[in-house]
């Protein structure tokens, strides 16, 4: 029965060059989804960043979106991503819905769009809301945040969330934690670039060494600690030795100019 539905998944993907997924909320989107390759050769929208990957703003129906397009994989993974596993894009969609309903915040998913020729997978296109958080974690170190401790302990929970539930952000870094202070005094945390996730156990050890790649200084990790191991009921000096441990093994780091 599976190899049927392995077989009729691949015949259907050989006839649909185009697949995608549209949030309900947002089906009124889906010609824009579908040109989405076309904006981008045309050069539409406000490159926020390009790289291995390349993210712009872009408008439609007055609202503003954020279009992350995945880079073309080596041959081999173009047949791989083809046939047998979930685009970065899918992934990131699926990831984001789950944060949501796991209480973890993260920018509203919007769509996942893969194109393919034939069985050979091509690029991948995911798009989100545009997050209202005007500051990442680098931003503690750069600018004047005076609620920076609460921002930390904030972060500590959300970790701890996530973890709780058995996930693990494989690119937990700098720029991929958004945050701002509300109306109402609360501190929210949005986690962005989602297509990379660790699915199962997190013990304490991979847990403390998860928030390896996030600069900080001896106080930061302990606010960040105690609301982490409260939550998942560890040790609050064992968590934190672990944090500067792992982050002391980071090579390139640069905290000490902070």
């Not at 006839?15 to 904006?39: G, W």
């Not at 609620?147 to 870094?173: F, M, P, Q, W």
Request: some cysteine.
């Amino acid at each position: 029965m599976i190899k049927e539905q392995g077989l009729m998944a691949a015949i259907y993907r050989f006839f649909h060059p185009c697949v995608l997924a549209v949030h309900p909320d947002y089906k009124d989107l889906e010609c824009f989804i579908k040109s989405l390759s076309a904006r981008f050769l045309r050069g539409e929208g406000v490159v926020i960043h390009k790289g291995r990957n390349e993210l712009r703003k872009m408008e439609c129906g007055g609202r503003t979106y954020v279009v992350k397009s995945f880079h073309q994989p080596n041959l081999i993974n173009r047949f791989i991503y083809g046939i047998f596993r979930a685009s970065k894009a899918k992934r990131s969609y699926l990831y984001a819905k789950r944060f949501l309903e796991m209480g973890v915040g993260t920018p509203q998913p919007v769509a996942w769009m893969d194109e393919r020729s034939g069985l050979s997978f091509n690029r991948s296109y995911y798009v989100s809301c545009l997050s209202t958080c005007p500051y990442i974690y680098s931003d503690l170190f750069e600018r004047q945040i005076d609620y920076s401790e609460e921002v930390l302990r904030a972060i500590g929970r959300t970790t701890a969330i996530l973890h709780e539930n058995g996930y693990a952000h494989k690119d937990y870094g700098r720029g991929n934690i958004l945050f701002q202070k509300q109306a109402d005094g609360t501190i929210k945390i949005e986690i962005v670039d989602l297509n990379r996730m660790h699915i199962g156990h997190v013990s304490m050890k991979a847990g403390c060494k998860n928030f390896e790649r996030l600069p900080a200084s001896p106080q930061m990790h302990r606010y960040m600690a105690e609301e982490y191991a409260k939550i998942r009921g560890f040790d609050v000096e064992k968590c934190c030795e672990l944090m500067a441990a792992y982050r002391s093994k980071q090579t390139g780091k640069i905290d000490d100019l902070y």
